[in-house]
């Protein structure tokens, strides 16, 4: 099926692209006619600031299982923006941190165009990919060679001879969409985790736009997954497509579940995968060796549980789970007064361990910036960084000469291994946490919303415990994922009593 239109940055009609009959193994392709030879980067960057051509071009929709030679454009349809372009090469010299072209720059890289979802398809499938500004055309290959020029061009400019409009700039050009959006072309992970917010016109299309990108759709059926674009009701999308995922044994999506909510009718399990401020973030044991799941990191309901138990509601809103309640929440405190107020723990040496294991959820990097279950060397690493806070109050005592060998003896040790960066770094995946204390006397962190009387529980099949907190009317509400230190690896299985849990 093909269709004739412009490309024009004028004020068109606002233009319908051909609709889809199978999103799923469809994509649109513009077809461009005989293109005239390219300009260079800061001419055709300079031209965003003024008017394009019109561009005469066909429009055609191919199946994506075999799609012909084909590139990826740039393109407006019918609204006030205008398309630009860019290209890179040495024949001429321009003074690239001048204002004009520093405007374009930032006015190329707030293009809309970055943040829909349908293109990055167009992109990632694409042999070759050229950006267009009406008749003049781009390699897309180049682009990031040119921001790399800009980038290092301004940055030595601003060391040279600092002033405000530069360090304006470079701030504005801090969020580069263009680095992210290339990735797709190598792995489309990023895509999903990597913190950017992608458009859609059709709520449905953020969980299945991209999927047409995968080599193994034929498992979305054995999920229960299926595009419906009858549902108008984008609460009701989200839930059944995480639904379908939590009842396939994904119950790590709980933790994408934890952040706000920009619709009041969307169940407390289910992801908001519309929320901006914060995005989601995925969870602090997430692993890039095993994707989302940690499995080999935490077994918290055991090697031995088993898929997740889902059990029938009346409402598909609400998610039946069975699990183990671990305790309750008694006191949200720092954690140097909840290590000295209840002793949980039979070994005093398990005791002392939980001192440097909870900060950073016992995790610790590796040397392929990977994670693990922490080692004993994060002990001297915490009591170093502990004696370098008491310093800080105590720097009098400190000052003595023997100290400070001691001392540097010590710090040259650990940044030879850079451990303390490497704890602090651990320490940073936890900061949207808060300690806690429970009744009996376990320690761990959970979300910022936790609050005395919320429970620990540990869910089936889970391999981390959660929070929740019973409503007026004895409903349960997940508030987010928690480390709870001492049943990491299924220790509350072995006595704990196996009831429902009701989630709205």
């Avoid at 959660?466 to 349960?476: E, F, I, N, W």
Wanted: hydrophobic share 35%; glycine share 6%.
């Amino acid at each position: 099926m093909a269709q004739t239109a412009q490309l024009h940055d004028g004020n068109m009609p606002q233009y319908r692209l051909p609709s889809l009959s199978s999103p799923k193994s469809q994509i649109r392709l513009v077809v461009l006619h005989p293109p005239e030879q390219p300009t260079t980067i800061w001419k055709w960057l300079l031209s965003m600031l003024g008017q394009a051509d019109t561009l005469q071009c066909d429009i055609e929709v191919v199946s994506i299982a075999s799609p012909p030679p084909f590139e990826a454009l740039s393109y407006t349809w019918g609204s006030d923006l205008r398309t630009h372009s860019l290209f890179v090469s040495g024949d001429e010299e321009f003074p690239i941190t001048a204002s004009p072209i520093l405007r374009a720059m930032i006015a190329w890289q707030r293009r809309p165009w970055f943040y829909r979802v349908w293109v990055l398809q167009e992109f990632s499938l694409a042999p070759e990919a050229v950006f267009v500004c009406g008749s003049k055309r781009v390699p897309v290959d180049l682009l990031i060679f040119a921001r790399q020029i800009v980038d290092f061009a301004l940055f030595q400019q601003i060391v040279d001879d600092p002033n405000s409009e530069l360090r304006d700039a470079l701030r504005e050009l801090t969020h580069n969409p263009v680095r992210r959006f290339f990735g797709t072309r190598k792995g489309h992970q990023n895509t999903h985790i990597g913190g950017e917010i992608m458009e859609a016109s059709e709520q449905v299309d953020r969980l299945f736009s991209l999927l047409g990108l995968a080599t193994d759709t034929e498992k979305l059926a054995e999920l229960g997954l299926k595009a419906d674009y009858s549902v108008k009701d984008d609460n009701l999308v989200f839930t059944r497509a995480a639904r379908a995922l939590i009842c396939n044994g994904h119950l790590e999506l709980l933790s994408l579940s934890q952040h706000c909510k920009t619709s009041h009718g969307l169940p407390s399990w289910v992801p908001d995968w519309r929320s901006r401020r914060p995005p989601l973030r995925r969870s602090f044991c997430w692993t890039s060796e095993h994707g989302n799941c940690p499995t080999s990191l935490f077994a918290a309901s055991g090697n031995d549980c088993g898929p997740p138990k889902i059990l029938p509601t009346y409402d598909e809103k609400v998610l039946g789970l069975e699990g183990v309640v671990v305790d309750t929440v008694d006191e949200i405190r720092l954690m140097c007064l909840l290590s000295a107020t209840r002793r949980k723990y039979d070994d005093p040496q398990r005791q002392e361990e939980a001192y440097w294991r909870i900060p950073v959820g016992d995790l610790e990097e590796t040397k392929l910036y990977d994670v693990c279950r922490a080692t004993t060397s994060y002990s001297e690493v915490y009591r170093h960084l502990l004696a370098q806070c008491e310093g800080f109050e105590q720097g009098a005592v400190f000052l003595h000469p023997e100290h400070i060998s001691m001392r540097g003896n010590i710090l040259e040790d650990l940044q030879s291994r850079d451990m303390g960066t490497k704890y602090r770094a651990r320490m940073h995946e936890m900061k949207d946490k808060r300690p806690y204390l429970t009744k009996t006397g376990y320690v761990g962190v959970g979300p910022l919303t936790i609050q005395p009387g919320d429970q620990v529980v540990v869910f089936l099949g889970a391999h981390i415990p959660y929070v929740l907190r019973t409503k007026d009317d004895k409903s349960l509400f997940l508030l987010g994922e928690a480390y709870c230190d001492g049943i990491m690896d299924g220790e509350i299985m072995k006595d704990g009593v196996i009831r429902p849990f009701y989630l709205i």
